[in-house]
């Protein structure tokens, strides 16, 4: 019996739709839809692309075929993925443009494509997904330094979720929900893709009774025992045609085909919208892996460290992790709201979309913190924030002018100069303790209060 599809996405021409109005009807409702008009000017769209609209390989195996990438055997399951070859793209497109050498269907996925050749400006994030936690945090600090050098994480690996997807007709992506449960975009450089989605409220019924395992392909038989509420999914599907970027909101399953042979680029990506589904799911990974390594808990000297340490490994951050990154977020978010106030001086002023967008940013972050605590998570003693090093920190600092950036061009405000650290110095230590450290959850929530106390009247 076939998958019961209910509905298609919804198409929309992104030239006629402000931020306002995407975060309204798609980030804060967390629902899916393709839009065309963004990708026009992208030189990506010029250079990689022939003039019949298939992929042009031998542009990209001259410029950038000593990368080595990650590539799917489409055709094997190792796990619960696809079997993952490693190679250099120029290998890759020999085997996809010669059809004799074929053994397999391979589709190269999650090239870091972007750091590896930041002076090749193949695309502009659209503006619509520009306010990006994520990649802007992992643009000036690592997501998660393993103190003990127990493992050393890989540069280029983690050092961003923006990638570059090929692959030849008939390669695919099983079923899945984004890392973190993040957003993400897909933008179609060319070729066609099908997309069908799961609403969240459904995903359940992908999964075992233990909650465990999830349907690796829709489209194969799928064991009734083992997966009981399978058959009562109903499904959303899209055809993506070239050019046309499609929007996936957190939580969202989805499994992906490519109709024929595509290159598509896709950010993962997080904001005060989406923050309690990163949360969610974080603190869930994190019980998981605490009941998984439970037999040893009366042996270990230090167990906390080490279910931290596995669920970085498995997850891509941990609870510190996290809490440093909501930390240095916040700590920017006040930084350009009171070089914003000093700039303008009158409350009207500060009332503007930018300044409200980081008001939102500040009360999400202390809603998820609250969550936090309450949980119980963070408890090692080695995560704080010295709030007069850190503002006296280039890396900080340059957080900051990014975070600034974006906001003033997501508003289409004028981008404001950052105080200077002494002055910041001065104006933040109201707000925090006199050691002027953020040391835990509960410390951030205090120390956003009393921010948002004193920018009352931006809140009214």
């Given at each position: 019996?076939?998958?019961?599809?209910?509905?298609?996405?919804?198409?929309?021409?992104?030239?006629?739709l402000?931020?306002d109005?995407?975060?309204?009807?798609?980030?804060?409702?967390?629902?899916p839809?393709?839009?065309?008009?963004?990708?026009?000017?992208?030189?990506?769209?010029?250079?990689?692309?022939?003039?019949?609209?298939?992929?042009?390989?031998?542009?990209?195996?001259?410029?950038?075929g000593?990368?080595?990438v990650?590539?799917?055997?489409?055709?094997?399951?190792?796990f619960?993925?696809?079997?993952?070859?490693e190679?250099?793209?120029?290998a890759?497109?020999?085997q996809?443009a010669?059809?004799?050498?074929?053994?397999?269907?391979?589709?190269?996925?999650?090239?870091?494509?972007?750091?590896?050749?930041p002076?090749?400006?193949?695309?502009q994030?659209?503006?619509?997904?520009s306010d990006?936690?994520?990649?802007?945090?992992?643009?000036?600090?690592?997501?998660h330094?393993d103190r003990?050098?127990?493992?050393k994480?890989?540069?280029?690996?983690?050092?961003?979720?923006r990638f570059?997807?090929?692959?030849?007709k008939g390669?695919?992506?099983?079923?899945?929900?984004d890392?973190?449960?993040?957003?993400?975009?897909s933008?179609?450089?060319?070729g066609?893709?099908?997309?069908l989605?799961?609403?969240?409220s459904?995903?359940?019924?992908?999964?075992?009774?233990?909650?465990k395992n999830?349907v690796?392909?829709?489209?194969?038989?799928?064991?009734?025992?083992?997966f009981p509420?399978?058959?009562?999914?109903?499904w959303?599907?899209?055809?993506?045609?070239?050019?046309?970027v499609?929007?996936?909101?957190?939580g969202?399953?989805?499994?992906?085909?490519?109709?024929?042979?595509?290159?598509s680029?896709?950010?993962?990506?997080?904001?005060?919208y989406?923050?309690?589904?990163?949360?969610d799911?974080?603190?869930k990974?994190?019980?998981?892996?605490?009941?998984s390594?439970?037999?040893?808990?009366?042996?270990?000297?230090?167990f906390?460290?080490?279910?931290?340490?596995?669920?970085?490994?498995n997850?891509?951050?941990?609870?510190?992790?996290f809490?440093?990154?909501?930390?240095?977020f916040?700590?920017?978010?006040?930084?350009?709201?009171?070089?914003?106030?000093?700039?303008?001086?009158?409350?009207?002023?500060?009332?503007s979309?930018?300044?409200?967008?980081?008001?939102?940013n500040?009360?999400?972050?202390?809603?998820?913190?609250?969550m936090m605590?309450?949980?119980g998570g963070?408890?090692?003693?080695?995560?704080?924030?010295?709030?007069?090093?850190?503002?006296?920190?280039p890396q900080?600092?340059?957080?900051?002018?990014?975070m600034?950036?974006?906001?003033?061009?997501?508003?289409?405000?004028?981008?404001?100069?950052?105080?200077?650290?002494?002055?910041?110095?001065?104006?933040?230590?109201?707000?925090?303790?006199?050691?002027?450290q953020?040391?835990?959850?509960?410390?951030?929530v205090e120390?956003?209060?009393?921010?948002?106390?004193?920018?009352?009247h931006?809140?009214?």
């Amino acid at each position: 019996m076939g998958i019961e599809i209910i509905g298609q996405i919804e198409k929309i021409n992104g030239k006629d739709l402000s931020y306002d109005a995407f975060a309204e009807r798609y980030l804060a409702k967390n629902q899916p839809v393709v839009i065309s008009g963004l990708t026009d000017d992208w030189r990506a769209r010029e250079d990689w692309v022939c003039k019949n609209g298939r992929p042009n390989l031998h542009f990209i195996a001259t410029h950038f075929g000593k990368s080595k990438v990650q590539v799917a055997d489409c055709d094997t399951r190792e796990f619960t993925d696809q079997k993952r070859l490693e190679m250099s793209v120029s290998a890759f497109v020999e085997q996809w443009a010669n059809d004799s050498i074929k053994e397999s269907v391979l589709y190269l996925k999650d090239w870091h494509f972007f750091k590896e050749y930041p002076d090749y400006t193949a695309y502009q994030t659209p503006l619509l997904f520009s306010d990006d936690w994520l990649n802007i945090y992992l643009d000036n600090y690592h997501m998660h330094e393993d103190r003990d050098n127990v493992q050393k994480y890989d540069q280029i690996s983690c050092s961003d979720y923006r990638f570059v997807y090929m692959g030849g007709k008939g390669s695919w992506t099983p079923l899945h929900a984004d890392v973190f449960r993040s957003y993400s975009w897909s933008a179609n450089v060319c070729g066609k893709k099908r997309w069908l989605f799961l609403p969240p409220s459904q995903s359940h019924l992908v999964y075992d009774r233990y909650m465990k395992n999830c349907v690796y392909n829709i489209f194969e038989e799928v064991n009734e025992t083992k997966f009981p509420g399978f058959n009562k999914t109903t499904w959303l599907e899209c055809i993506q045609e070239p050019g046309e970027v499609i929007f996936v909101p957190s939580g969202w399953h989805h499994q992906v085909y490519n109709l024929e042979d595509t290159i598509s680029i896709n950010h993962n990506w997080l904001n005060a919208y989406n923050l309690s589904w990163v949360w969610d799911l974080l603190w869930k990974d994190y019980k998981d892996t605490e009941e998984s390594i439970e037999d040893v808990r009366d042996i270990c000297d230090d167990f906390e460290a080490i279910c931290q340490r596995n669920l970085a490994a498995n997850t891509g951050m941990n609870l510190n992790d996290f809490f440093l990154f909501m930390s240095l977020f916040s700590l920017g978010n006040m930084v350009l709201l009171q070089s914003y106030s000093d700039k303008h001086k009158t409350p009207k002023s500060c009332s503007s979309a930018m300044a409200q967008n980081m008001l939102l940013n500040l009360s999400t972050i202390k809603k998820t913190m609250l969550m936090m605590i309450s949980a119980g998570g963070v408890t090692a003693k080695e995560v704080h924030l010295d709030m007069r090093e850190t503002l006296e920190n280039p890396q900080f600092l340059s957080l900051v002018r990014d975070m600034g950036r974006t906001y003033a061009m997501v508003h289409m405000e004028e981008e404001d100069q950052v105080l200077s650290s002494k002055e910041l110095l001065q104006k933040l230590s109201g707000f925090a303790d006199p050691k002027m450290q953020i040391c835990s959850p509960k410390y951030l929530v205090e120390i956003i209060n009393h921010h948002n106390t004193f920018f009352s009247h931006l809140l009214a």
